[in-house]
């Protein structure tokens, strides 16, 4: 089984959790308050510069030449979920300047970050690569059952077969460039438990 696969089902527990999370289920039923949404729009708008940043180490720090195109259709890709919170912030009137990090992006990006600049990049990308697929797993569950309206353009985002094309990119990144080893299993653990607390904080 690739390295990606048993990261993924090791944590399925987790993966599992945050589908029944009250955040989660909010966005499917409509019934996630809209200031809740207006202050997770805002947090994973800097959420996601990190993330660009961490892509950009890794772009640093590769050395094959098939990477340098595989990092920059990823951090369009990032480009692309920041224009999609650029769409919500003046539909609903969210600053995305000057946002100040609650604890749990705070604690995300720092951890993103530091992994990232210690320039091992297996380690890096098996932090990273929690974020991609849980988001694809997300859309995907939740595009399977009826949703309301309120909600649905962010379903239909993480739900695209475009997106599933990135999670499943940065998975061989990571096939490629990680062992099966104690840090890469504990940034993957870590990285799905961030992702936890970033969507606990945000209700």
């Known amino acids: 089984m690739p390295l990606a696969e048993t990261l993924w089902q090791a944590n399925a527990d987790l993966a599992q ?5 009250g955040f989660v289920r909010g966005l499917r039923d409509g019934s996630l308050p809209i200031d809740c949404f207006k202050g997770y729009v805002a947090q994973d708008a800097y959420f996601l510069e990190a993330f660009a940043r961490a892509y950009g180490f890794c772009l640093a720090y ?15 890709g990032v480009r692309a979920e920041l224009e999609l919170h650029k769409s919500y912030a003046e539909r ?3 600053e995305l300047g000057g946002v100040t990090p609650i604890a749990a992006t705070g604690a995300y990006t720092g951890f993103l970050l530091e992994t990232a600049e210690r320039g091992d990049l297996g380690e890096t990308i098996a932090a990273m690569t929690p974020c991609m697929r849980l988001y694809a797993f997300l859309g995907r569950s939740l595009a399977a059952r009826e949703a309301a309206p309120l909600y649905s353009e962010w379903i239909k985002t993480y739900a695209d077969p475009g997106f599933e094309v990135l999670a499943a990119r940065l998975e061989e990144l990571l096939d490629r460039h990680a062992t099966d080893s104690a840090p890469v299993r504990a940034n993957y653990r870590r ?8 969507f606990d904080a945000n209700v």
Do not use: K, N, P
């Not at 590769?62 to 369009?76: G, K």
């Not at 990285?191 to 970033?198: I, K, N, P, Q, V």
């Open 17 to 21: 959790r945050m589908l029944a999370h």
């Open 62 to 76: 590769s050395t094959a030449r098939e990477d340098i195109q595989a990092f920059a259709d990823l951090i369009a």
């Open 92 to 94: 609903w009137r969210v």
């Open 191 to 198: 990285a799905m438990e961030l992702e936890y607390g970033f």
